[in-house]
């Protein structure tokens, strides 16, 4: 017969595997859906017009931001509707849950794979951008590493 130990630790390992496919489930549904308003009507055709603009600029470039301008409504929009952007809340990052961040981390690693700025130059740009504290930035950057490690082979002298 096993001990009251073994049967705690056994519910207990129960338990924590609930939560663990509850946060699983949580980031498939969210991999499912991400970015689907860029598809909507209030985002399609201005991302559209807009798209060659942001492959042409790097990452915290005046002409890069001048481009999000010319997406007005369409971006704000997006940002209304996506709660894995810290525009979506008025605390930015701090109004945010770790799966909201986990999309977020993941969004930015693949902007970064289309982008003409380094992983570690962006990762600078909106940690100010986002007033991120410390050590929620390094909490980001370690997950990047663990997620992408070859990204960050090349070391910029930013970080």
Known sequence: MPSDYVKDLVDHKRRVASYLESVANELFRRAAEHDNSKF??????IYDEVFPELQKYAYGTPELKAAYERLGPALKHHFQVNDHHPDHFAAGVDGMNLIQLIEMVCDWLAASERSKTHITTGLSINKERYHIDDQLFEAIKS???RLAPGKFLVIDPVL
Request: hydrophobic letters at 20%.
């Open 40 to 45: 909507s009507p209030e985002e399609y055709d």
């Open 143 to 145: 997950t990047m590493m």
